[in-house]
Every structure is written in C-alpha cells, then in structure tokens.
C-alpha cells in the first residue's frame, strides 16, 4: 500500500487509486512513452500532471521521487520487493515490459535488439532532437552564431538516416512493435512541433513517414498521447 511517509510526492499528487500505477508526467516526447506503455500493456495506472514549470518539477515533493527534476517517473505499489519509485523513461519502459512480459522481445536475442534501439534513442535520438528544438525553435533560434545549430541539424539527419536504413521493409525498429518503438515514433513526432521537419529532410524518407504514421495510427498511442491532458 502506498503512504505519503515513503513517498512524499503523494502530498501534493495524492493517488485516488493507491492500488495502481502512479504516473507524473506531461504529454512531452519522453512523458508520452510512458502513458502509452501502460496504454499498450493494459497496465491499471492513474496520471498526474506535473507541468514543466520549475513550481512542480522541482518541488521537494515531486524531488523526493526523481532527483533529476525531470518527468516521467512512477510509482509501482505492487513492485517485485514492494512499492518501487523509478525515474527515467528507458528504465521505466524496461521496468514495465518487464512486469507485463509484453513488448520487451519473446527471446533473449529479441530483448537484447529491444534494448539497444531503446539505448539509440535514450542517448542519440532523444538528446539530438531536444537540441534541434532548442536552437530551431526556441531561445537557440536567436543566437547569432548559427554553428551550433547546423551541427544539431545534421547530427539529426545522420540519425533519421540510420532509422530510415533500418525501416526499409520492416514495420517496427526491432522486429515486432515494442518499447523501442514507443521510444523513437514520439520523438519523430516532436520534429512537426519544433517546425523542423524541413531542414532534417523529412519528405525523403519514405520509410520513417510510413513508419510514423502506423505508429499514430494505434489506439493506445492516440490515448497516450494526450496523458495525462494539458489542461
């Protein structure tokens, strides 16, 4: 059973089911995975908003969970030694495959290809279209100097080219559809909102577009994708 002595974050986010899954996010390319993991994995979970804003990511409260100031994070009352708190959305995702034996790859050899395209999207993906964002579309976009945001950009481009290599005649990064894909098609999906997709160069690549659209086409991802809402 969850109690606010062991996990202070349920002060200010208390849980209305306390025997479910406890999300805190927001509906960004990392929060998303998530939400849609459970959604996919039919995991009983109750979502809490935690904006960006400085007010909720680093208040003591919402600290208590996950150090890093950074959404997602959860809560497992029914964790494998007892309620488990995690932080980090590739640990998260790892954590719950793990739990519903589902989208984490059947065999060995399948998990471990699993894993190393959630790894290429924790460490490559993820971080260089963060930066594409910040210098394309916010305060980056100002700066005079623009080296940076080339290097950004094509540092991006590299990367969709390896997806678009890899996507060529297959439906999913990792053979089935699993938690390495719920990991990328977000991110692919934030270049609309940075406004970028012209300057990677994203009309030319067939595969990542078809790829993208199966993804959004899925009805836990059009469910995860708006939890928990904005407003």
Same mark, same amino acid.
């Given at each position: 059973?969850?109690?606010?002595?062991?996990?202070?974050?349920?002060?200010?986010?208390?849980?209305?089911?306390?025997?479910?899954?406890?999300?805190?996010?927001?509906?960004?390319?990392?929060?998303?995975?998530?939400?849609?993991?459970?959604?996919?994995?039919?995991?009983?979970?109750?979502?809490?908003?935690?904006?960006?804003?400085?007010?909720?990511?680093?208040?003591?409260?919402?600290?208590?969970?996950?150090?890093?100031?950074?959404?997602?994070?959860?809560?497992?009352?029914?964790?494998?030694?007892?309620?488990?708190?995690?932080?980090?959305?590739? +640990?998260?995702? &790892?954590?719950?495959? =793990?739990?519903? !034996?589902?989208?984490?790859?059947?065999?060995?050899? %399948? /998990?471990?290809?699993?894993?190393?395209?959630?790894?290429?999207?924790?460490?490559?993906?993820?971080?260089?279209?963060?930066?594409?964002?910040?210098?394309?579309?916010?305060?980056?976009?100002?700066?005079?100097?623009?080296?940076?945001?080339?290097?950004?950009?094509?540092?991006?481009?590299?990367?969709?080219?390896?997806?678009?290599?890899?996507?060529?005649?297959?439906?999913?990064?990792?053979?089935?559809?699993?938690?390495?894909?719920?990991?990328? +098609?977000?991110? &692919?999906?934030?270049? =609309?909102?940075? !406004?970028?997709?012209?300057?990677?160069?994203?009309? %030319? /690549?067939?595969?990542?577009?078809?790829?993208?659209?199966?993804?959004?086409?899925?009805?836990?991802?059009?469910?995860?994708?708006?939890?928990?809402?904005?407003?």
């Amino acid at each position: 059973m969850l109690d606010a002595q062991t996990f202070p974050i349920l002060n200010r986010w208390p849980a209305e089911h306390p025997d479910r899954i406890q999300l805190f996010s927001f509906p960004t390319p990392n929060g998303v995975k998530v939400s849609i993991a459970l959604e996919e994995m039919g995991l009983p979970y109750e979502a809490h908003k935690v904006t960006l804003a400085d007010a909720d990511v680093k208040s003591p409260e919402f600290l208590s969970l996950n150090p890093n100031n950074k959404i997602p994070a959860i809560i497992d009352p029914n964790g494998p030694d007892g309620p488990l708190g995690l932080f980090e959305s590739g +640990a998260i995702l &790892l954590y719950l495959a =793990d739990k519903s !034996g589902k989208f984490g790859g059947d065999t060995a050899t %399948d /998990r471990w290809r699993v894993t190393q395209w959630l790894m290429f999207q924790m460490g490559g993906l993820g971080p260089m279209l963060g930066q594409v964002g910040f210098f394309w579309k916010f305060a980056g976009s100002e700066w005079e100097d623009k080296r940076p945001q080339q290097r950004y950009i094509n540092e991006a481009k590299r990367l969709l080219s390896v997806l678009e290599g890899e996507l060529s005649g297959r439906d999913w990064i990792a053979g089935d559809y699993s938690i390495a894909d719920m990991a990328i +098609a977000p991110w &692919l999906r934030a270049l =609309d909102f940075y !406004g970028a997709k012209d300057a990677v160069e994203w009309d %030319d /690549r067939p595969a990542l577009n078809a790829y993208l659209a199966r993804f959004l086409d899925r009805p836990a991802v059009q469910v995860g994708l708006v939890t928990p809402p904005r407003d």
